[in-house]
């Protein structure tokens, strides 16, 4: 062979390895934005430290894990349709998708930690009330009853079809899931559990995925903690390591 063509077989083969090594693409999805600040604190907004959490973690994929690609459904203060951030998953022929939210409760009730959910059906009350709370934002949609198909987020019949879907990404997300919480349980955070819920972010996406609820905005020392940067830096990093390891483990 000539020396030139040796050198451009050199050249194609490294980028086909290049090309190869990048194949892992993970969707980071900070939760509501825009018109929809999801919970409310005293003074924080859920929207918000779902945003700062989310774009930490990205940073600390993109700085230390060169070859994962890292896709945003938001990288700032707007509305994303919730049917939109998982096409966006989907259009990306993503590998894992994580959905980042705040928790909040009823005035009066306290509580502390973090906790990790797949898609499944689980008729428990308070994870179809976390459900609800998350998907009623498709009611700031517009046609959103005809793009959900009939799909009414304030109906628990509505959740019941959830018992018949086959997710065979189900192991992942759990997998996943208890790496999160393992995380944040040595990051000395309360751990709150992986649990199984309908939500409708993660019931349309085509790849493991779950969603995290950083911790509570309505109880005050979590708020503090949600919206110091100490706390968005411990739960950014708490997840990376989950997003690490999960991927380790699929090599
Ligand atoms: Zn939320």
Partial sequence: MKRKTIATLIVLSLCVMMS????????????????DP??????????????AVTLAVGKLVEQNLKDVKVVYTRKTDVFVELSERAAIANRAKADLFVSIHTNALPKGAQG????????????????LAVAKRENAAIMLEKDYESRYEGFDPKSSE??????????????RSVKLAQLI???????????????????LVLRATSMPSCLVELGYITTLSEESYLLSQKGVNELANSIYEAIKKYKATQQ
Avoid at 38 to 51: D, S
Avoid at 181 to 199: L, Y
Wanted: no cysteine; net charge positive.
């Fill in 20 to 35: 190869a090594a990048e194949t892992f693409t993970l969707v980071l999805d900070a939760g509501h934005g825009g018109k």
């Fill in 112 to 127: 502390r930690g973090s906790e990790t959910y797949t898609l499944g059906m689980h008729r428990a009350a308070d994870n």
């Fill in 181 to 199: 919480q393992r995380q944040f349980r040595s990051s000395g955070r309360v751990d709150k559990g992986v649990h199984q819920a309908g939500f």
């Fill in 158 to 171: 509505s959740y019941i079809i959830f018992e018949f879907m086959q997710d065979k990404n189900m192991e």
């Fill in 38 to 51: 999801g919970a409310l604190g005293k003074t924080g907004r859920e929207k918000n430290i779902n945003l």
